[in-house]
């Protein structure tokens, strides 16, 4: 016997939100990066004629791809949501790693914020050793991982790839 397809009707649209809260939150949040991304590289990537010539010069041309890989993969997310394919309920609970992940995701949020000001070389340093430490690590693991972290992106990025990172107010870099 074939299997019928699930209705659109609005009431269980509705309870499908319900019972899929967090995942269509979270699908939300990752269809807003690709838009973010989009709307950078025709901006200020382009403004900064980054965003033009072939794709080995084009500096867009990775964010762009990365981006549209995201919006496959939340699009695919969102159809099966709303098709009812999605075993797992997660409706609004606070469960044991709620919080933890609300308050990390908050510091990323503000971590963002904060460097073009800061700079990566002050930013990053102390998120690193905020989200270690939210995560349990001791404070002396917290500072030893994160430093290690913070200087080793930095070389990769400054010294090797030689991409500027934010400087902030104070123009600080470390290997360019």
């Not at 949040?29 to 900064?48: D, K, N, Y």
């Not at 964010?63 to 098709?83: D, E, Y």
């Not at 995701?105 to 989200?131: S, W």
């Amino acid at each position: 016997m074939a299997r019928k397809p699930p209705s659109l009707s609005p009431e269980n649209i509705m309870s499908r939100f319900r019972a899929h809260a967090f995942d269509w939150i979270a699908c939300l949040f990752f269809a807003s990066i690709p838009v973010v991304i989009f709307w950078q590289t025709a901006t200020s990537l382009a403004e900064q004629d980054a965003a033009s010539g072939g794709p080995l010069d084009n500096a867009a041309f990775y964010p762009r791809l990365i981006a549209a890989l995201i919006s496959v993969a939340v699009t695919i997310h969102g159809i099966r949501l709303l098709f009812g394919r999605v075993q797992d309920q997660s409706t609004f609970k606070a469960e044991t790693g709620t919080r933890l992940g609300v308050f990390l995701t908050i510091l990323f949020l503000v971590y963002l914020l904060v460097l073009p000001y800061a700079g990566f070389h002050i930013a990053t340093p102390i998120l690193l050793i905020m989200m270690t430490r939210a995560l349990g690590l001791g404070l002396l693991s917290a500072l030893a991982g994160s430093v290690v972290m913070w200087l080793g992106t930095s070389f990769v990025f400054e010294g090797l790839l030689n991409v500027v990172l934010p400087v902030g107010m104070f123009n600080i870099t470390i290997f360019s």
